[in-house]
């Protein structure tokens, strides 16, 4: 997958993300867990944006970082979502698929980034 099929991957995300905090129940704890899953589950794609545009291997661990940890945060509210019975599991499913591919690969690049990064793998400019 190149880098513009998985922008527009996570943008997709942002918006399945978008209309399903909006068919929420209008309740509270709906409020308060659609907020929470809308900020990180659309972070992911603003932080994966930021990633490409990083000046360095270094800054662009970083950001795939927060990709990662935002990934999982939208997972953990997918859960709650589902054990409170707000949506039915079977609805929230195909996300929760969807979001953990995504999360897969970033760490996958995240591992792949690291590797370039240790001393050991520098090529010798002498």
Known sequence: MNERQFKDRTKQIALRIIRLVDSL???????????????CATSVG???????????????????????????????????IAESEMLPGT?????????????????ASEKTLRRGLTPSNRKSKI
Not at 25 to 39: A, E, F, H, T, Y
Not at 62 to 77: Q, S, T
Request: with cysteine; proline share 3%; net charge positive.
């Open 25 to 39: 129940p209008k309740s509270r704890s709906g409020d308060v867990i659609g907020r929470q899953l809308m900020r």
């Open 91 to 107: 609805r929230l499913a195909p996300l929760v698929s969807e979001i953990n591919e995504i999360l897969a690969m970033v760490v």
């Open 46 to 80: 603003a932080n994966y944006r930021a990633a490409c545009r990083a000046k360095s291997r270094k800054g662009m661990a970083a950001k795939l970082a927060i990709v990662e940890e935002e990934a999982d945060e939208a997972l953990y509210w997918l859960e709650l």
